[in-house]
């Protein structure tokens, strides 16, 4: 059993587009993140969700907007596709906000912006 | 803010030696977590150790250990009896609790090839 999917695994659309890329965990956490890495490989939070409830919103154009529909779900929803959001989005887990905690990600989701 | 710099943009090993991979950063705090995450080529990322800054004892994972000296700010990672597997992105990542700051901020990583 998948601890973290994300679907799609890749998505491929053009300039102007809005998309959605969706994250589950059947992990039983409460905390969830997405984050994303640039064609450099870093890596960088994007967002963070506790119990449905927006903790950490990092400074990401307002095109992004993620949706917590229950805590097994945090989805990303971006408007007005740009070139530049071309990179790979990780969606994470983990227990509760406890910083010690292990981090679980997803496979990644490859977005292409052509 | 909190910084975190792997210096070694790409380092190759042969399999069974070891191999140390740097990490420091900066911060003005006290207390923190500071983790080593890995990367291979499949894309996910797997957690390969943590250790909290106030414990003085280096953490140890089978043949993954590091040397946390916190006065020097630095958490170097030591594989030992380097594996094909091994092979992967390494991440150094820093985390600071309290208030709304628990984010990991990462280094940009360290390409590390295990050569048989």
């Known amino acids: 059993d998948t601890a973290v999917s994300q679907t799609p695994k890749y998505l491929v659309t053009q300039m102007g587009n809005d998309k959605s890329i969706k994250c589950e965990q059947n992990?039983?956490?409460?905390?969830m993140y997405w984050y994303k890495q640039d064609s450099k490989k870093f890596l960088k939070i994007m967002f963070s969700?506790?119990?449905?409830?927006?903790?950490i919103n990092e400074t990401v154009p307002n095109r992004f907007s993620p949706k917590s529909p229950d805590k097994a779900h945090l989805n990303l929803h971006i408007n007005s596709l740009e070139l530049g959001d071309s990179a790979v989005y990780f969606c994470?887990?983990?227990?509760?906000?406890?910083?010690?905690?292990?981090?679980?990600f997803g496979p990644g989701t490859r977005l292409t912006v052509l | 803010a909190q910084t975190v710099t792997q210096s070694q943009p790409e380092m190759s090993v042969q399999e069974a030696e070891t191999v140390t991979l740097s990490c420091t950063y900066d911060?003005?705090?006290?207390?923190?977590?500071l983790f080593w995450y890995k990367q291979p080529p499949s894309r996910q990322m797997i957690l390969v150790i943590r250790?909290?800054?106030?414990?003085?004892q280096n953490a140890t994972e089978n043949r993954f250990s590091v040397n946390f000296q916190k006065a020097a700010k630095s958490f170097s990672l030591k594989i030992s009896d380097s594996q094909l597997g091994d092979t992967a992105m390494y991440f150094c990542?820093?985390?600071?609790?309290?208030?709304?700051?628990?984010?990991?901020?990462f280094g940009k990583g360290t390409l590390l090839t295990v050569n048989p």
């Open positions: 994470a887990s983990s227990l509760d906000r406890a910083p010690y905690n292990e981090q679980f």
């Open positions: 992990l039983g956490h409460d905390t």
């Open positions: 969700y506790n119990n449905k409830e927006l903790i």
């Open positions: 911060t003005s705090e006290n207390n923190y977590y």
């Open positions: 250790q909290e800054a106030y414990k003085q």
């Open positions: 990542a820093f985390m600071k609790p309290g208030g709304s700051n628990y984010k990991l901020t």
